[in-house]
């Protein structure tokens, strides 16, 4: 948990640190910061007159009888300090305590949640979310995203009963970010070392000064997947979607007002004022579910699982929009097998083989080399680089970005690297066939670096 009490601390928060939010927050967070540090500082009575006119924080108050108005504006920042807060910072501990209070407060019918924030730390995000979703068991909150809800302002204001998005409203960024500086060549230039200590070799990677390593890289990808993973739960569960639906619309993008409507990530376009006015209220006797009514998907059809398939994954899957949730079932079915079958049959290739009808090649003296780890190993990180272009791309970037992972992992213990492939793999299977790309044929493994593990030889050692 992120302990805010100097900007120094602040500052030193930015690297290292998990973020939901956009890159334009990012940036102007670090801008404030860096101001603060430059020396500029609000003398008290600009910040008494800052905080009587501004709508930052998460202050709550009661515009009507019954209804209460919480605020989620401003950058989110676990345990902001009141000069943060004035700079337009939100605390998300704050936040989650005066959401609580209006939930458990008997006066209070419903809550309208004022959302504008481009999102912030990771840290504290998930408190706030779980109040969100306290309030929602209790009485209807309805989130608006009142110009922007991004990343982890999403993560919050998913939780609630419903989501209305703003015309102009900018929704989504379902993803995390982290930056990690390295200062170590420019230390070295000035003729300064910087020397670590630890008592283990994972212990507080990426301090000040010191060279960014493969190991550091992959311990800190490591734990944003865990983090990206836990914000796409956390959204599926809050708007009543499957994992799968919510991993698909997982890539850091936005949508604007209605367009958010469309993909599941909004249920109407409204503003505020409509919300308090009680234009997007379930009746008296509505329950949580019902709010949550799976229509909001233009056009969507319902999956075996109760989830829904967008229009624009029925076309990649060559269904229509008419087409039963068993014609969903088997085209994803027919898309798997057809998948498996390609990877094998290059495989095979790979290595001179060839498989005639009914009679599968012979591959125990392939499952005698898995016996050598040195072998097993190598298959292992080719595993890895062909899932990695498979998810970002058979294109230049894509093999870059595999060539990247490869020598990341090189270093690293086979649990890790069967753990990152256990992730990739399960990014993979919540993606139609049509949007998997395919390794390039000359980047194939030769012989004794067949990826094993495809044909179930795999394994930990």
Known sequence: MIQISNLESIQRALYGTPWAITEAGMNLMTGIIEAHL???RLSAEEKQLRAASQDYGSGAEAPQQQVALMNLHGVILSRASGDMTMSGYTDPQRFAANMRRAADDPSISRI???IDSPGGSVSGTRTAGDAVAYAASKKEVV???????ASAAYWIGAQAT???ADPGATVGSIGVIMALKDTSEKNAKDGVQTHVLRSGVEKALGQPGEAITDATLAHYNEQLMTFHDQFVEAVAKGRGMTVAQVQLLATGRTWI???AVDVGLADAVGTVQQALAGAFSAQPDAQRPAAKSPTRLSAAVETPGGGLVPPEVLAMLGLSAEA?????Q???????????????TNMLAALGLSEEPGKPANLTALAAQAKDGAVYREAQLDRLHALTITMEGNDPAGIQAADDAREVYAAQSLERISGQITRLEARRDTLPAGQQSKAPANTAAPAQKLKLSAFGLGGKR
């Open 257 to 259: 007002g209605q367009a």
């Open 330 to 344: 088997g085209a994803i079915q027919e898309q798997r097998k057809t998948a498996a079958a390609t990877e094998r």
């Open 112 to 114: 309208v949640l004022s």
């Open 143 to 149: 989130a608006v995203a009142d110009d922007m809800a």
């Open 162 to 164: 419903k989501f209305i």
């Open 324 to 328: 039963t949730p068993e014609q969903i």
């Open 38 to 40: 430059s020396g500029v």
